[in-house]
């Protein structure tokens, strides 16, 4: 991770997922290597009340000392999957969410305003 950072337009996000992806024992050894945050992890992380922060660096902080290192790369691959496909910025599809019973950002339970209560949600 170290080493990744100091290349020229390298931050957190990237060097977390090519360490992941490209080097997954050097991400397993390295205690420094985390979770790439993106757009959909942001967002998830914030719903699911992991952090109220919106700096990367913070929410990975945040992440990190919520899930176990042997997890961090298939978390974050499974909450950008998760994002995508289910829990749309303007539109999550609570009502299809394998994780609504314990989402505290549930629209399932009914909001006239569903699209006014994702945006705010973040
Ligand atoms: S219940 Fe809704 S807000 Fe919560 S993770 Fe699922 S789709 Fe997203």
Redesign the pocket.
Known sequence: MAELVELPGVARKTANVVLSAAFPEAHAADPDAGIAVDTHVT??AR??GFTTHRDADKIEQDLMRLIPHRQRASASLCMIL??RR???ATR?????????P???????AGCRDKAGQ?KA?G
């Open positions: 967002r998830l719903r699911f998760h994002g289910v829990c749309e999550p599809r609570c009502t299809e969410c394998v994780v609504e314990w989402c505290p950002s549930s629209l399932a994702a949600m």
